[in-house]
């Protein structure tokens, strides 16, 4: 099956082709160094960059791909949650080329099409769902962190969530009380790469309650206070590199211990992680170093797949039409506030 999938949810525009689990192309239009200059995602400009772009995103698509709309069989689109209007654009466009070219039509979760990426792998990419084995996953982006359980293919069960910030915005609002550019995840991983992740101790939210869920926003204010009685911190580039480490080390250590006790009460034998913080080279190495302890099987979604991407839509959506999921209702709308069920 040839498809089509779009995904403007936030602040990327992007467009794929998949083919019997083959992406053949993604492209993926980001808006990160515009909404830089405000500190953070601003609504009315990514809906008015998702206008812009999208119909060049696609056609880009489609060319990288050696496809033209007459070959496509489905078409699919992120219908929630996101952005209100962000998510309008995309979805409402996928919608009326579907209707246009007589196709299904299928409206996916984002968070769902997160949860299913790390079984993309490969050059060209290309899903794995015959490695398919029972997981807990962990999906941790900008605006979300949550443990689930994927007791098998398209069933899962939400373990436990953020009760606040989440991973990414707890990394972005540390970077900026840092003075580090907008994302500041990113920085903050490159700056910590070369510092000392026990130089300070910063609390691991949550740590010690046998929960699934997380809190990140007492670690963001517990460095604010530090920072406060400690403001030369940041005038030395070697303390600073420190500070990042030891902010890292309570991020990804609460993550990590928190998917492994999951994962050990579950009886699974798999671990996967998602969403952009999954591209944190720290997270990985601790996930890897733990499930390698555990001898479990690690799925990490691939670096080019952690961010918001068309790709993971698109994959996700196939595999629904395969398992004969019925396509989404014509009149549609978007799901801004759709919780993963
Ligand atoms: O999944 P994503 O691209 O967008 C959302 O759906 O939110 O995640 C973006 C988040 C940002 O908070 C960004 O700072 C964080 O992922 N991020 C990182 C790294 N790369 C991206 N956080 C820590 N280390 C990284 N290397
Ligand atoms: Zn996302």
Same mark, same amino acid.
């Given at each position: 099956m040839t498809l089509l999938a779009v995904e403007t949810s936030c602040d990327e525009t992007s467009a794929a082709v998949i083919r019997d689990g083959r992406v053949l192309s993604n492209i993926v239009s980001s808006q990160i160094r515009l909404h830089a200059e405000y500190g953070g995602v601003v609504p009315e400009l990514a809906t008015r960059e998702h206008l812009r772009h999208w119909l060049p995103v696609t056609q880009a698509a489609l060319r990288a791909a050696s496809v033209?709309? /007459?070959?496509?069989?489905a078409v699919a689109a992120t219908q929630g949650p996101g952005l209100p209007n962000a998510l309008m654009v995309g979805f409402k466009a996928a919608q009326a080329l579907a209707f246009a070219l007589r196709k299904p039509f299928l409206g996916i979760h984002h968070h769902e099409a997160h949860l299913y990426s790390p079984w993309i792998s490969g050059d060209p990419p290309a899903a794995d769902f015959a490695a398919f084995e029972p997981n807990v996953s962990l999906i941790v982006s900008g605006g979300h962190t949550m443990l689930v359980h994927v007791r098998a293919e398209l069933d899962h069960q939400i373990l436990g969530s953020t009760l606040d910030d989440a991973a990414g915005e707890c990394f972005d609002k540390i970077a900026r009380l840092i003075g580090l550019p907008y994302p500041g995840g990113p920085e903050l991983d490159h700056l910590a790469a070369e510092g000392n992740p026990a130089a300070h101790d910063f609390p691991r939210p949550l740590l010690r309650e046998l929960n699934d869920d997380f809190s990140f926003a007492g670690l963001k204010t517990s460095v604010r206070y530090f920072l406060q009685k400690n403001p030369a911190l940041l005038e030395d580039g070697h303390h600073l590199r420190d500070l990042c480490a030891s902010v890292q080390a309570a991020i990804v250590e609460t993550l990590v211990t928190k998917t492994l006790r999951a994962a050990r009460r579950l009886g699974v034998r798999c671990v996967t992680a998602s969403g952009g913080v999954t591209a944190n080279r720290s997270l990985r190495a601790e996930l890897a170093a733990a499930c390698a302890r555990e001898q479990l099987t690690l799925r990490l979604a691939a670096n080019t797949l952690? /961010?918001?991407?068309a790709a993971m839509v698109g994959i996700l959506a196939e595999r629904k039409l395969r398992h004969n999921v019925p396509a989404t209702e014509g009149d549609a709308e978007i799901e801004p506030r759709w919780a993963l069920s």
């Open positions: 033209t709309p /007459a070959h496509l069989e952690c /961010a918001d991407n």
